[in-house]
C-alpha cells in the first residue's frame, strides 16, 4: 500500500510495519549517538496520534519518520536515512510528504521539529528544506547537557519571518502598533 508519491520503479514510501524494525533500528543506531530503542519505537507506532512511513528501494528499508498529526501543528518526532543513501532526496521526500499534510486555510500551519544542538547535520537539513530555529530549549534532553533547538516550517512563514515595515504599514492603513 503506496501512501505518497513515488521517486522511481522500485521505490516507494509506505507505512512502517514492525517486520521494518530492524532495518530502521540499525540505521538509528548507525545516525545516532542517542538513538530511540526497540521500545521507544514500538511505543510510537501504537500511539495513534504518531504516524510513521518508511522510504523503501525494492525490499530494504533506507528511510523513516515518525510524526505526530494535531489539529493545529505536525511534530516531526524522528527522521533517519541510511548513511549510504544520503544526499539523494529521500530526507527532503519525507518533509515534502509533511507539508503536504499541512493544511494552509485551516489551523494546521506549521511543522515543529526539536533537534539536538550537537545534531549539525539535522540543522543543515531542516534550514534547506525551509526551516527556522524559533528557540532554544535548555537543559531539553535526560541523557546530557544538550539544549533542543526547536526549528519551526510555516505556511504563513513569509508574513511570519519577513521584517515587516511597519511605517508603511501605518501609512497604508490601520497601525499596527
Ligand atoms: C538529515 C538526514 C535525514 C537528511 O537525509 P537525506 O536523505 O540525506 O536528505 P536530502 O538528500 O533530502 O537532503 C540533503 C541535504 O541535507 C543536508 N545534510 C544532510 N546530511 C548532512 C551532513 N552530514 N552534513 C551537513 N549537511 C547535511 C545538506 O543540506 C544536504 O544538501 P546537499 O546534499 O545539497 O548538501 C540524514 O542525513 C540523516 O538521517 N541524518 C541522521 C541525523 C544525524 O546524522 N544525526 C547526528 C546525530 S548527533
Request: glycine share 8%.
Amino acid at each position: 500500500m503506496g501512501c505518497t508519491k513515488k521517486i522511481n520503479e522500485n521505490e516507494d514510501i509506505l507505512w512502517t510495519r514492525r517486520s521494518y524494525l530492524d532495518e530502521i533500528e540499525r540505521i538509528e543506531n548507525e545516525n545516532n549517538s542517542f538513538p530511540w530503542n526497540r521500545e521507544e519505537f514500538i511505543k510510537n507506532l501504537r500511539d495513534s496520534d504518531i504516524i510513521s512511513t518508511s522510504y523503501l528501494i525494492g525490499e530494504d528499508v533506507v528511510g523513516y519518520s515518525f510524526f505526530g498529526l494535531y489539529n493545529d501543528r505536525i511534530e516531526l518526532l524522528n527522521l533517519g536515512v541510511d548513511k549510504r543513501f544520503w544526499g539523494r532526496g529521500i530526507g527532503g521526500h519525507f518533509i515534502g510528504i509533511l507539508k503536504d499534510t499541512l493544511l494552509p486555510l485551516r489551523q494546521r500551519k506549521k511543522i515543529e521539529a526539536i533537534v539536538r544542538e550537537g545534531d549539525l547535520p539535522m540543522q543543515v537539513f531542516l534550514r534547506g528544506q525551509e526551516f527556522k530555529a524559533v528557540e532554544i530549549l535548555e537543559n531539553w534532553y535526560d541523557n546530557n547537557f544538550e539544549d533542543g533547538y526547536l526549528f519551526e516550517f510555516r505556511t504563513d512563514a513569509k508574513r511570519m519571518y519577513l521584517p515587516k515595515n511597519r511605517i508603511s504599514e501605518h501609512l497604508n492603513g490601520t497601525p499596527i502598533w
